[in-house]
């Protein structure tokens, strides 16, 4: 087996993963191959980090290069570096794991189609690779301590400061709060760090807009509203399976999304398949007008 280093002396790239003759869980300390959804042509070695045994097919974080990647250990490690120069595994994503059975169709599509494992893996793994925490944020605020109580003499630049904050005023950075009261960043550093500032943590912004109240759709024809009707009912009564058929430019978009709309007014939510990527800008534009947001 041929192999080569991905970054020196910190992972190697092995052109061969098997599934077959692995352990389903590997213990701490263990020699893995992750397969990363890059345009490579196998698997990197990782170590299993302490204090956590990782399954075959566990989504993870690691180091590549200057940068971290989100891959999916694929197997036992097959390298010949020398396991003190392979990096671990920076830590699991609480995501569930990957089955046996996709990574040997994810390898199977990749060996039909002449394409790297990692290209065939890049599809299945979007929606993980964008899983990350949230940054954590915080806002600048007074802490309630007065400058009395703390020892400190009221100047003119600290003035500033606390009428700018006062009335429970926050500011996102130090700097914007600096630019705010018109005095240096050196004041706000100071303030925070005798106490006078606090800085508190606050929920980050959610990346997905909240839907709004559901806007009623076009007036639909008979026909229409009476398919659309059937699908309401069927919103909330459990698992079915309807067709909608129609000609092209009969509506069916529409009637729909009355259904899409009856979930959301419950409180529920919906999944939208679209046959073709051709339709995506057009189907998102009817989709904001009616709902008033950009689906997830």
Do not use: C
């Amino acid at each position: 087996m041929s192999s080569i280093a991905a970054t020196p002396a910190t992972s190697e790239l092995s052109t061969d993963a098997p599934h077959d003759d692995t352990p389903s869980v590997f213990a701490p300390g263990a020699r893995v191959a992750v397969l990363l959804p890059l345009p490579v042509d196998g698997a990197y070695d990782y170590v299993i980090p302490e204090g956590e045994p990782m399954p075959a097919g566990s989504i993870v974080e690691v180091p590549l290069g200057r940068r971290f990647e989100i891959g999916v250990i694929w197997g036992e490690g097959k390298g010949d570096i020398d396991a003190k120069k392979i990096k671990p595994i920076v830590h699991r994503i609480p995501l569930p794991p990957l089955p046996d059975v996709s990574r040997r169709f994810i390898d199977w599509v990749a060996a039909y189609t002449l394409q790297q494992p990692g290209i065939v893996l890049r599809m299945t793994l979007n929606p993980a690779r964008r899983w990350k925490p949230p940054e954590p944020v915080t806002v600048i605020q007074a802490s309630g301590a007065s400058l009395t109580a703390l020892g400190l003499a009221l100047t003119p630049a600290r003035g500033k400061v606390l009428a700018a904050v006062s009335g429970g005023k926050t500011f996102d950075t130090a700097a914007q709060l600096a630019r705010a009261a018109g005095v240096s960043g050196g004041v706000i550093e100071d303030l925070i760090d005798k106490g006078v500032l606090k800085t508190i943590p606050i929920s980050p912004a959610s990346p997905y807009a909240l839907p709004g109240p559901v806007k009623k759709g076009p007036v639909l024809e008979p026909g229409q509203a009476a398919a659309a009707r059937e699908l309401v009912a069927k919103v909330g009564q459990g698992f079915s399976v309807t067709l909608l058929d129609g000609v092209t430019g009969s509506g069916k978009t529409e009637v729909y999304l009355d259904a899409v709309a009856a979930a959301l007014n419950t409180g529920g939510q919906a999944l939208v398949l679209l046959p073709e990527i051709a339709l995506t800008s057009q189907w998102l534009d009817r989709f904001v007008r009616r709902f008033g947001f950009t689906p997830a």
